[in-house]
């Protein structure tokens, strides 16, 4: 079950990165480099998780002009990572482009292509911040209406919030992959996350991974909260 969680290694420097790395790498799956540590260090943080044997998720969440993203989505393949996200709001024709210019490139020189995610909704947003920029649709319409475009338009799998995975299946089936952040232990802190659901009930919902940051980080024995976290989900899903 440890394979389905993935650390979001939030910090701001190479070393503290590297640190975490070590600490956890026989405790999670996957590491995930965001805008801050991406920002900060550049492909040679994404060069440190490989040569340490752990698989990166860069959640750079592109939204851009098609053109724009096609080629920032050929550099994170050329990179290696395991997985990396665009923003389903970007719309259709810049995922779909994204997609076919990946695929091209990876046969042209024969680097494999990586799971790619559309972001649907973020987690921390609730119904009032969506109307706030002029999405009147509920969460639960919102949700399952970008994931049908994330699919049509070629991507593996979406992010969301575990709260919508019923939504999600319904409309994209089983083999859709679907990445949850917004996970939240019963005692843990829900920080800036707005649609949380815990370890148990994201996996329980059909979770494929659990993107989970704080809760670890900030913990006051980080290995013993992300231990306790795969000892949860592997209750959950036995
Ligand atoms: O909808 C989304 C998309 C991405 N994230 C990212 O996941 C982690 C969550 O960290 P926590 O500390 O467990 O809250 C963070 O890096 C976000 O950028 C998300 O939370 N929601």
């Known amino acids: 079950m440890k394979d389905r969680l993935i650390f979001a290694l939030d910090v701001d420097s190479y070393d503290e990165a590297r640190q975490w790395v070590r600490i956890l790498a026989d405790e999670v799956g996957m590491f995930k480099v965001g805008k801050q540590l ?63 210019e990946v695929r091209e490139a990876a046969v042209k020189e024969g680097f494999p ?17 969506l109307r706030q920029v002029g999405i009147d649709l ?24 575990a709260q919508e995975l019923p939504l999600i299946r319904q409309a994209c089936g089983g ?7 917004g996970v939240r232990p019963a005692t843990a802190a829900r920080d800036d996350q707005q649609r949380v659901m815990t370890p148990g009930e994201a996996i329980a919902a059909g979770s494929d991974y659990l993107v989970v940051g704080r809760p670890i980080s900030k913990a006051d024995d980080p290995v013993l909260a992300a231990r306790s976290i795969v000892a949860e989900m592997t209750e959950a899903g036995a």
């Open 38 to 100: 991406f920002t900060r260090c550049g492909p040679q943080i994404v060069d440190m998780i490989r040569q340490a044997g752990g698989g990166v998720f860069l959640d750079l969440k592109y939204h851009d002009i098609p053109n724009t993203v096609a080629k920032a989505g050929i550099e994170a393949a050329r990179m290696g990572v395991q997985m990396f996200n665009v923003h389903a709001l970007g719309g259709g024709k810049m995922m779909r482009t994204m997609v076919d």
């Open 175 to 181: 083999d859709f992959v679907v990445v949850t952040p």
């Open 138 to 161: 509920p969460v639960t319409q919102m949700v399952p209406r970008l994931a049908t475009l994330a699919r049509e338009s070629g991507l593996h799998g979406v992010v969301a919030s």
């Open 113 to 129: 292509v990586p799971i790619t995610l559309a972001v649907t909704i973020l987690t921390s947003s609730s119904e009032e911040d």
